[in-house]
């Protein structure tokens, strides 16, 4: 049942920022859960969240490596190599936030999206 719940929670979040998003910008407030084992269960969530992100940081810390290795190999072979590197840094494409934010909502808590720019769009 509580595989149910979060499936719900996180496919009503992900439409609701895509509704959100299409031209207005919103920020998201959090009204923390009202109970002790709600606040608990809050603080998991963001153990959760900062391991997400750590795992998705490192992931991308080994493909950027790989990929580097791979274009200096590759320069090797016709002595191009430059020696810059690019790097992909952000989590923001992992999820890591909307699981978050579907952990939070599980827990008691609320989140109200609310807008900060263009919304009279």
Same mark, same amino acid.
């Given at each position: 049942?509580?595989?149910? %719940?979060k499936?719900? &929670?996180?496919? &009503? /979040?992900i ?5 959100? /998003?299409?031209?207005a910008?919103?920020?998201a ?5 009202? @109970? +002790? /084992? ?5 603080? $998991?969530? =963001?153990? +959760?969240k900062? #391991?997400?992100?750590?795992?998705? !940081?490192?992931? %991308?810390m080994?493909?950027?490596?790989? $990929? @580097?290795?791979q %274009? $200096? =190999?590759e320069?090797?072979? !016709? ?5 810059? @590197?690019?790097?992909s840094?952000? @989590? ?5 936030q909307y699981?978050?934010?579907d952990?939070?909502k $599980? ?6 999206y609310?807008? #900060?720019?263009?919304?009279? %769009?």
């Amino acid at each position: 049942m509580n595989a149910i %719940k979060k499936l719900v &929670f996180g496919i &009503f /979040s992900i439409l609701t920022l895509a509704l959100l /998003s299409s031209c207005a910008q919103y920020d998201a407030r959090y009204t923390p859960p009202s @109970t +002790e /084992s709600g606040m608990q269960c809050v603080q $998991s969530c =963001l153990t +959760e969240k900062r #391991i997400c992100n750590n795992n998705c !940081h490192n992931r %991308k810390m080994i493909t950027d490596i790989a $990929s @580097t290795v791979q %274009k $200096s =190999l590759e320069a090797s072979k !016709h002595n191009k190599y430059s020696g810059s @590197t690019t790097t992909s840094s952000s @989590t923001d494409d992992c999820g890591c936030q909307y699981m978050y934010n579907d952990c939070y909502k $599980s827990c008691g808590g609320d989140i109200k999206y609310v807008c #900060i720019a263009n919304c009279g %769009k």
